[in-house]
């Protein structure tokens, strides 16, 4: 079973266990004493709560289907958005929060890769509309990644541990060596 497997079984990943994860992200934060203000960190503890039941991000490729998929897509993005309402304008978590969202815009907007030279799927000429694509699922798993970017990252900063299924997108311990 990989690490990322035994993470989701625990149940919780400790904020504090983030920081070799984030090798090659830049952070501003790294060798400077930093306190989150209270209010600020509830903000993003809210965020990331409401991330780890937002099954877009983790549930296995083969249960995907692409209608759930953009409106759970959608949903984050105003949940990202309604989060930047929220937060100061000098929040630290805001560049994080902005990325998230712009991915929902990459994601939703830009054409999924083109794969011109791979064969129609078990013979058919084309994909069903609910059962996705390769170039969709590329496009999902660079959603995803981000997300587990900035998610470690912001977990990170303002020490909040990430519970549940959430912990398996985060960057792998092994990429950070």
């Known amino acids: 079973m990989s690490k990322s497997g035994d993470i989701t079984k625990k149940g919780k990943i400790a904020a504090k266990s983030l920081a070799h994860r984030l090798t090659g992200f830049s ?8 306190t989150p203000p209270a209010d600020e960190r509830e903000i993003i503890r809210g965020l990331l709560t409401a991330l780890e ?5 983790f549930v296995p490729y083969h249960l995907e289907v692409v209608s759930q998929v953009t409106a759970s897509v959608l949903q984050m993005r105003e949940l990202l958005t309604q989060t930047l309402q929220a937060l100061p304008e000098t929040a630290r978590a805001a560049g994080s929060v902005r990325a998230m969202r712009a991915a929902c815009r990459k994601f939703l907007e830009e054409p999924h890769p083109d794969f011109r030279n791979l064969p129609p799927l078990y013979g058919r000429g084309r994909f ?8 969709f699922f590329v496009a999902l798993g660079e ?6 970017t900035h998610v470690a990252a912001l977990a990170y900063q303002y ?3 990430i519970e549940g299924e959430l912990a398996s997108i985060l960057p ?6």
């Open 159 to 161: 020490g909040i541990d």
């Open 128 to 135: 069903g509309d609910e059962e996705g694509s390769p170039p």
């Open 53 to 57: 039941d937002r099954r877009v991000l």
């Open 172 to 177: 792998s311990a092994d990429d950070a060596s």
């Open 27 to 34: 952070l501003p934060f790294f060798g400077v004493q930093w």
């Open 143 to 148: 959603l995803r990644a981000t997300f587990g």
